[in-house]
Nanobody, 126 residues
Framework: QVQLVESGGGLVRAGGSLRLSCAASGSNFRVNDMAWYRQAPGEQRELVAVITRAGTIDYADSVKGRFTISRDNAKNAVYLQMDSLKPEDTSVYYC????????????????????WGQGTQVTVSS
């Protein structure tokens, strides 16, 4: 059983910064793509940033130039550095990871599934 645990949310003033962290734990797994999503009350969940295992990155237009996603494969972790925060960034942020399991029979990684963190609240006051 793979679990994603998030941390780093909180309350900041507009223009401030926060750094979110998410780490996967378990056994016999490989973390592939990792991403951050956010969802405000009454709104759809939206993709904020994504990073592949190789390091390819993409951002939502609304956060380009302000947020930075990174990962540490040795720690199975992904981070989101959030600078120049705006009130409209207020949301619950969710870590997402595509994870493969190792097959002894096939001698390789199989069965890629999506996993979600528990969510962490980010509130930006004006």
């Amino acid at each position: 059983q793979v679990q994603l645990v998030e941390s780093g949310g909180g309350l900041v003033r507009a223009g401030g910064s926060l750094r979110l962290s998410c780490a996967a734990s378990g056994s016999n797994f490989r973390v592939n793509d990792m991403a951050w999503y956010r969802q405000a009350p009454g709104e759809q969940r939206e993709l904020v940033a994504v990073i592949t295992r190789a390091g390819t990155i993409d951002y939502a237009d609304s956060v380009k130039g302000r947020f930075t996603i990174s990962r540490d494969n040795a720690k199975n972790a992904v981070y989101l550095q959030m600078d120049s925060l705006k009130p409209e960034d207020t949301s619950v942020y969710y870590c997402n990871a595509k994870i493969s399991r190792y097959s002894i029979v096939l001698s390789g990684w199989i069965a890629e599934n999506n996993y979600w963190g528990q969510g962490t609240q980010v509130t930006v006051s004006s």
